[in-house]
């Protein structure tokens, strides 16, 4: 099962920021969070990943909070092409070969 | 960046025969390599788990005599679906793992297999 809650799905208006939210309360100390995006009938494309710091990549921002129980991915300047299903998952980084669980992941719609 | 290849990009064949799928890590070596499998509206699944030089490690209910994985190289796994049925139509998505990325995975672009 997916360690992850987010919501199923989210409109945001072209050009301005989308917070996606993602719960993740039951994350290990040695987990870290990946954010994955997937436009339709491709493969998903990796965003940004996260241990306990923010983050920041010429894609997208990622907000941990203090206790690590929850995140936010940040698309500063929403375009018609972020529109996609993204993936927030949690997984160990320990040597490789851990598997990535996805869940229903949120549909982000941008609006024209 | 981090580039995936999958060959092909999409196949039809008829019942019974077998498909062969390609996936290259194109600028890193990955000694993991992953396969998922996707039906419409629904998430990645995951298939198996390959691992350079050694036997796929599969999951619960794939059948491993149907699936066969092969990862013979650092930069290079198969997956064969042997005796093919429209059952088997789905997408298939492989990913490379990057152990210098904090075992990030890279997606390939996925091939769609339709069975006639």
């Known amino acids: 099962d997916a360690k992850t809650t987010q919501p199923p799905s989210m409109d945001c208006a072209e050009g301005r920021a989308a917070n996606l939210p993602c719960n993740h309360s039951t994350i290990s100390g040695n987990e870290y969070v990946y954010w994955y995006r997937q436009i339709h009938s491709q493969g998903p494309q990796y965003i940004i990943h996260g241990l306990k710091n923010n983050e920041t990549n010429e894609m997208a921002s990622l907000i941990i909070t203090e206790d690590r129980k929850s995140s936010t991915l940040i698309l500063p300047h929403a375009t018609l092409r972020d529109t996609a299903v993204y993936y927030c998952?949690?997984?160990?980084?320990?040597?490789?070969?851990?598997?990535?669980?996805f869940g229903t992941g949120t549909r982000l719609t941008i609006i024209p | 960046g981090a580039v995936v290849s999958q060959h092909p990009s999409w196949v039809i064949c008829k019942s019974g025969t077998s498909v062969k799928i390609e996936c290259r890590s194109l600028d890193f070596q990955a000694t993991t390599m992953f396969w998922y499998r996707q039906f419409p509206k629904q998430s990645l699944m995951l298939m198996a788990t390959s691992n350079e030089g050694s036997k796929a490690t599969y999951e619960q209910g794939v059948e491993k005599d149907k699936f066969l994985i092969n990862h013979a190289s650092l930069t290079l796994s198969t997956l064969t679906v042997t005796s093919a049925h429209p059952e088997d139509s789905s997408f298939y998505i492989c990913?490379?793992?990057?152990?210098?990325?904090?075992?990030?995975?890279?997606f390939g672009p996925g091939t769609r297999l339709t069975v006639l």
């Open positions: 990913s490379a793992e990057r152990l210098d990325v904090a075992d990030t995975q890279y």
């Open positions: 998952i949690v997984k160990v980084s320990n040597f490789g070969n851990e598997k990535l669980t």
